[in-house]
């Protein structure tokens, strides 16, 4: 193998180390601060092509987690604290511990810690393509 092959793989090698650390870093992003989400469960559901993601969610007081939609259905479940929520079409809405809400697949929605302490929930989302899914 020649002196200038070696050189050309190790430029490659390099190169190819850079673009994936900077593909990695913008795929990854950090959690926004007040926010701490936990992955708790996912597990494809009895329907074809269904997954049930379920993550614990802690905000802040006074953070927000902004407008966002999810490609399924969301089912919330307030464990402590106290949150707004809004909801595409719809005023907006006070939950606090023990309280759910249904959020349809695709529906627009934010919340935001309007109480003391911490808030917590453990939403549970759906998506069409499970992790086995082919597609």
Same mark, same amino acid.
């Given at each position: 193998?020649? *002196? ?12 190819a @180390? %850079? $673009? ?7 795929? #990854?992003?950090?959690?926004? !601060?007040?926010?701490?989400? +936990? =992955? @708790?469960?996912?597990? =494809? @559901? ?5 997954? #049930? ?5 802690d &905000?802040?007081?006074?953070? !927000?987690?902004? *407008? ?10 307030? &464990?402590?604290? $106290? &949150? ?6 719809? /005023?907006?809405? +006070?939950?606090? #511990?023990?309280? $759910? @809400?249904?959020?349809? #697949?695709? +529906? %627009? ?7 003391? =302490? +911490?808030?917590?929930? /453990? ?13």
């Amino acid at each position: 193998m020649s *002196n200038h092959h070696v050189k050309t793989m190790r430029v490659v090698a390099m190169a190819a @180390l %850079i $673009v994936g650390s900077v593909l990695t870093a913008q795929v #990854a992003p950090a959690q926004q !601060a007040g926010i701490k989400r +936990t =992955d @708790l469960q996912r597990h =494809d @559901l009895g329907v074809p092509g269904r997954e #049930a993601i379920q993550v614990r969610v802690d &905000l802040d007081p006074g953070v !927000a987690f902004g *407008n966002h939609t999810h490609p399924g259905e969301e089912i919330i479940y307030v &464990l402590a604290g $106290v &949150l707004e929520y809004q909801v595409e079409g719809k /005023p907006p809405m +006070t939950l606090k #511990a023990g309280d $759910v @809400l249904f959020i349809p #697949a695709g +529906t %627009i929605h934010s919340a935001k810690n309007v109480g003391s =302490d +911490t808030a917590s929930s /453990p939403p549970i989302s759906s998506k069409k393509e499970s992790r086995s899914s082919p597609w």
